[in-house]
């Protein structure tokens, strides 16, 4: 097995207002609250079927998403809690999703894996790998057919560059120029296989700009990094250019799924990965900056700490949907607007 | 009144009334505009309508139906033309993962208004990989509406309710009809929701759809000349069935026979006689019994193919043994 060593920890200067840092750094300690409590409620069985964690890839949401706006189209993967959380779906409503309860954002009938939101123009939640990028295609072509000023952001993996529907959409999106921003979270695994395991070119920018668009590359551990050149790129694409890749360079802490004992990599990687980790890296250099203090950070941490809480407790407090309506949301009802 | 036209020219206003009617209605697929169709259902729409509304994709299948999805989600109202059915199994996640599903693993927050057209059927001598019939496949599939039009009226007016329709609707249109012409009334309605009778009878309900329902109908003017009297329904919804019509016919005429150019195994063909035998078992004479296509990929030799194929003599020689 390949060591897929990690390069020295983000540094240097934070180019933000402090309200700003601050408020990227509480998005990231939220999601992080969110997962280790969604991993605590699995153990305790309140969770069940796949769960996928975001532990360790935050400042890819975090940093990413904070460079759209409420008009864009988000297409995520089935690791996309943390992209509910920062698009701004309420704690309580994911987390009763993963309870399988009806107060859930899907009402329960699609878990962990398919969180959904109309108001924040979140198009799932697909758990196909690859199966969201002719979706983003499409959600883009609607947009420029009706002249919207809207860009579609598809977040996907490494594995899914692997998989047909990448190659397919990525030259329909080129070809027809179309204002979608193609977000690759690359953490050097497709569940157990590594990339240079199942990809000839394991430059990923490389491949992406064969098909005629720009392709830029961030450091999916600095939020910086990440927040920087997707604006970069959401500029592009908003100026009508056609689509742009980026590709954020990121890293699981935790195992692909609950079932996994992660035998594809060494320990010894994990640890020199978490020394990169995106949380603390940027609250030092916060600290370093002046711009945070101890005293903040804890104050921040105890607000997600009780989003969390008040979040399993909504949760809890969620009913089971009657199954006489087993058979509603297959079909849309006659009249329905 | 009416007027006389074919099958294609059927549909070819149907899609055009659709992209005159609706600035949301596009058409997309493999050579839909500049070559004017693979069978010509789109002849002449490029120069009318431009190439943004009939527009020309690569050859990729599972992109450009789950990026007609991502349209229908986005505000559009797509056509997708799948140049053949054996051609669809290439798209066939983004039809079910997605298209089928998403409504409901979204809890009911998005629906997605796709029509997608395709051919289907033997009998061109185009071998194994262009001529299957899968139809029954997708009418396996919850979350769709599976049409399949066999008549010149339900190639003219399917269309327009499958396009109002907020969830995804499949149609299958059989190559063995595109020549074929009939007449059409000029005050023709068209629902997507029933069964109909092609013929009224009283001996046996011959069940069929697509391009086997025109041989079924040469079967029943057969048997009419032997003093037989058969019914024969056309499904013309594939999913949902319309068990009612079905069961109506089935019990008045005590015989049923269910052609299906589907293979016999795993049939739609089956889950027709399933369902007689589940709701009126008791009002039947005799066995129910199918006609479906040999379980061969089909041939290429004509005679091969003709064999492999439902074919009236074969559905005349069906019902005799039935009737004993």
């Given amino acids: 097995?390949?060591?897929?060593?990690?390069?020295?920890?983000?540094?240097?200067?934070?180019?933000?207002?402090?309200?700003?840092?601050?408020?990227?750094?509480?998005?990231?300690?939220?999601?992080?609250r969110m997962e280790e409590k969604s991993a605590e409620m699995y153990g305790a069985g309140k969770i069940r079927g796949f769960l996928h964690l975001y532990i360790g890839e935050e400042a890819t949401a975090v940093g990413a998403l904070h460079a759209l706006?409420?008009?864009d189209n988000i297409v995520a993967t089935y690791r996309e809690h943390g992209h509910a959380l920062v698009r701004g779906?309420?704690?309580?409503?994911?987390?009763?999703?993963?309870?399988?309860?009806?107060?859930?954002?899907?009402h329960g009938r699609g878990?962990?894996?398919?969180?959904?939101?109309?108001?924040?123009?979140?198009?799932?939640?697909?758990?196909?790998?690859?199966?969201?990028?002719?979706?983003?295609?499409?959600?883009?072509?609607?947009?420029?057919?009706?002249?919207e000023n809207r860009i579609t952001a598809c977040f996907f993996g490494d594995g899914a560059v692997a998989e047909g529907a990448f190659h397919e959409s990525l030259n329909l999106a080129a070809l027809w120029k179309l204002p979608v921003l193609?977000?690759?979270?690359?953490?050097?695994?497709?569940?157990?296989?590594?990339?240079?395991?199942?990809?000839?070119?394991?430059?990923?920018?490389v491949k992406a700009a064969s098909y005629n668009m720009p392709a830029l590359r961030a450091d999916g551990m600095d939020i910086v990094s990440v927040h920087e050149t997707t604006q970069e790129a959401v500029a592009r694409v908003r100026a009508g250019q056609g689509p742009v890749f980026v590709e954020y360079q990121t890293y699981r802490f935790r195992a692909h799924s609950m079932f996994d004992a992660e035998l594809y990599r060494q320990k010894a990687e994990v640890e020199e990965w978490k020394t990169r980790g995106p949380i603390h890296t940027f609250s030092a250099r916060l600290k370093a900056e002046g711009k945070l203090t101890e005293a903040e950070f804890l104050a921040l941490d105890a607000r997600a700490n009780a989003e969390v809480d008040a979040a399993v407790a909504f949760a809890e407090a969620g009913t089971w949907e009657p199954i006489e309506d087993l058979l509603s949301d297959v079909h849309t009802p006659e009249n329905a607007p | 009144m009416s007027r006389r036209l074919n099958y294609r020219e059927a549909m070819r206003e149907a899609m055009h009334e659709a992209l005159v009617a609706d600035p949301r209605v596009f058409l997309m697929g493999e050579d839909v505009g500049m070559y004017g169709g693979?069978?010509?259902?789109?002849?002449?729409?490029?120069?009318e309508f431009g190439p943004e509304r009939i527009r020309d994709t690569p050859l990729s299948e599972l992109g450009f139906v789950g990026a007609a999805i991502g349209a229908a989600l986005g505000g559009m109202r797509p056509i997708v033309e799948v140049m053949t059915v054996n051609f669809s199994l290439l798209a066939l996640d983004q039809i079910v993962n997605t298209a089928a599903a998403y409504r409901h693993m979204s809890g009911g927050q998005f629906s997605v208004p796709l029509v997608i057209r395709m051919t289907t059927?033997?009998?061109?001598?185009?071998a194994a990989q262009h001529s299957h019939s899968l139809e029954g496949w997708y009418a396996h599939i919850p979350g769709i509406r599976v049409l399949a039009p066999a008549t010149i009226e339900d190639a003219r007016g399917m269309?327009?309710?499958?396009?109002?329709?907020?969830?995804?609707?499949?149609?299958?249109?059989?190559?063995?009809?595109?020549?074929?012409?009939?007449?059409?009334?000029?005050?023709?309605?068209?629902?997507?929701?029933?069964?109909?009778?092609?013929?009224?009878?009283?001996d046996v309900a011959i069940i069929s759809h697509g391009g086997s329902l025109p041989k079924a109908m040469q079967a029943a003017e057969q048997l009419a000349a032997a003093g037989i009297e058969a019914e024969v329904v056309d499904l013309r919804v594939l999913r949902p069935l319309d068990t009612e019509t079905i069961m109506a016919s089935v019990a008045k005429c005590h015989r049923a026979i269910v052609v299906d150019e589907g293979w016999r195994t795993g049939s739609l063909a089956a889950e027709v006689m399933a369902r007689i035998m589940e709701n009126i078992f008791f009002e039947l004479d005799a066995p129910v019994a199918r006609v479906c296509s040999e379980e061969v990929p089909i041939p290429y030799a004509r005679h091969l193919e003709e064999a492999t194929l439902p074919q009236p003599e074969k559905i005349v020689a069906a019902v005799r043994r039935m009737l004993g």
């Fill in chain 2, 121 to 126: 059927g033997a009998g061109r001598q185009l």
């Fill in chain 1, 89 to 106: 779906l309420d704690m309580g409503t994911i987390m009763a999703e993963m309870y399988g309860k009806r107060e859930g954002c899907a």
């Fill in chain 1, 111 to 147: 878990g962990s894996m398919h969180l959904f939101d109309k108001a924040t123009r979140l198009f799932g939640g697909n758990a196909i790998v690859g199966g969201g990028l002719p979706l983003a295609v499409g959600l883009g072509l609607a947009a420029k057919m009706q002249n």
């Fill in chain 1, 1 to 32: 097995m390949t060591d897929h060593h990690a390069a020295a920890p983000p540094a240097g200067p934070v180019p933000w207002e402090k309200d700003f840092a601050l408020r990227l750094l509480g998005d990231m300690v939220r999601i992080r």
């Fill in chain 2, 38 to 47: 693979t069978y010509a259902f789109s002849k002449g729409f490029f120069a």
């Fill in chain 1, 69 to 71: 706006s409420p008009e």
């Fill in chain 2, 159 to 202: 269309l327009a309710p499958a396009l109002a329709d907020p969830d995804p609707v499949v149609i299958f249109e059989h190559a063995g009809l595109f020549n074929m012409e009939g007449d059409l009334a000029d005050d023709w309605t068209v629902d997507i929701r029933s069964a109909k009778l092609r013929r009224v009878g009283t």
């Fill in chain 1, 182 to 205: 193609f977000c690759c979270e690359n953490n050097l695994y497709g569940m157990g296989t590594a990339l240079e395991r199942s990809e000839s070119q394991t430059d990923l920018c």
